[in-house]
């Protein structure tokens, strides 16, 4: 007979993950970011700051902040960079 062990399902709270990942995939990231915090937040109660569901869910709301960052504090890589300031010619 198996005594092998049994891994209890994840409560039924955890089922906004899949929400967070569809919205995350189709760029609605106003949607998919607090529904990453609150199983985030979930996660960390339930299973721990280091399981690893935990981290993977730490991992994909930092990916999410991270994608909106460019948005939300304006993206350098399509501004003009600054020029630097220039010495004043000392030659005459």
Known sequence: M???PTVPPL????????????SDSVG????AIPLYETTLAQRQQVLGHTHP?????????????RETE???????????????PQKPSTAD
């Not at 569901?53 to 902040?65: H, K, V, Y």
């Open 2 to 4: 198996g005594l092998e």
């Open 53 to 65: 569901s935990t981290l993977i869910s730490r991992n994909n709301l930092a990916s999410a902040r």
């Open 11 to 22: 409560p039924r709270r955890f089922s906004k993950c899949p929400f967070a990942a569809v």
């Open 70 to 84: 460019p948005v939300q504090h304006g993206s350098t890589a399509t501004s003009a960079p600054e020029a630097a």
């Open 28 to 31: 609605d990231l106003d949607r």
